[in-house]
């Protein structure tokens, strides 16, 4: 069986995703951040140290690439800064999408004052709602919340986060029949999604990416398709994710999203200057389960890395 050579996505979108705190009103088991929301110390990433950061991500980090910025948590709704965050990141020039990820739980009301704030500034808020399994029992609720946000010109972007193994097809297709992405948890067995002929799985085109073999065979997967896999096809390799991909955290520390233990403090700004210099760095994969985003480029040959800059941007603009 043929090797990957490399891969990379057909989009190239560089992204910045702030926890703005670990504070969370649900505590689903299988969520990645688990430890922090459970943990008894109350966090809230302040506007002050944002702009700290963003003074060197735009000036040393990336000065040119537009950004997307994810607004996450814990529940980012629970911080008591979360609108001033949302206007700080409208108001930057080179962010263009802010995407929130919320469970959903609480008043909708507080979105449409961001999407008030955020047009004043000519940007795109987009609402990714995670109905997750503890929820699902009150799934028309949601969907009432949806629709409400949808009438007032919000985005909506709605997944259900299920274990394929625990909802019957009826409910499965209820959830698709009203527009829910069904989005199985990591590593799940996904034969039974497989085997119902109505329902469509995740699979959009911008979340697409090519894989090259070794024996110079290409195909195009999904994001998706990599998602639920019991391994991850990219560890060991090199990856561009390092720089593209960024996260700062609850308690004002920057890492790449693939190196979370390898952080640095946002209130230093000769740390984050350092830490520019570490990201930009030729770095392996160190991870078993691939949480990253389609964009970056995976290569085993640092050499071809110049080539696969080139080659990706022309294949973009062919798709």
């Not at 067995?189 to 911008?206: C, F, P």
Request: proline share 3%; with cysteine; net charge neutral.
């Amino acid at each position: 069986m043929a090797n990957i050579k490399y891969a990379y996505g057909l989009n190239n979108e560089y992204t910045l995703t702030l926890i703005i705190t670990n504070q969370c009103n649900l505590h689903c088991e299988y969520c990645l951040y688990y430890e922090h929301v459970n943990n008894v110390n109350k966090y809230y990433l302040s506007p002050s140290t944002i702009n700290n950061f963003m003074d060197v991500y735009f000036n040393d980090i990336n000065s040119a690439n537009p950004v997307n910025i994810t607004i996450s948590g814990g529940e980012p709704t629970l911080s008591p800064y979360f609108l001033d965050i949302v206007e700080l990141c409208a108001n930057k020039e080179l962010i263009k999408y802010i995407f929130i990820l919320t469970n959903g739980v609480n008043n909708p009301d507080i979105f449409l004052k961001s999407n008030d704030i955020i047009q004043k500034y000519n940007k795109t808020l987009v609402v990714c709602m995670s109905i997750h399994m503890s929820q699902l029992e009150k799934i028309k609720e949601y969907i009432s919340k949806i629709n409400y946000l949808l009438d007032n010109n919000v985005n909506v972007n709605s997944k259900a986060v299920i274990d394929p193994n625990k909802l019957d097809e009826n409910t499965l297709l209820y959830l698709q029949d009203n527009n829910i992405e069904i989005s199985p948890l990591f590593g799940s067995d996904v034969t039974k999604l497989q085997n119902i002929s109505n329902l469509s799985l995740y699979n959009l085109v911008k979340n697409k990416l090519l894989i090259c073999y070794d024996d110079d065979n290409e195909e195009i997967s999904s994001l998706y398709d990599l998602r639920i896999q019991k391994h991850n096809p990219f560890k060991g390799y090199y990856c561009t994710s390092s720089f593209q991909n960024i996260t700062v955290d609850e308690r004002g520390y920057a890492a790449a999203s693939c190196f979370l233990a390898d952080k640095y403090s946002c209130w230093s700004k000769s740390k984050l200057k350092h830490f520019n210099n570490v990201i930009k760095q030729y770095r392996r994969c160190p991870l078993d389960i691939c949480n990253c985003y389609n964009q970056p480029i995976r290569y085993k040959d640092i050499k071809l890395l110049p080539y696969l800059i080139n080659k990706q941007k022309e294949d973009i603009k062919s798709n």
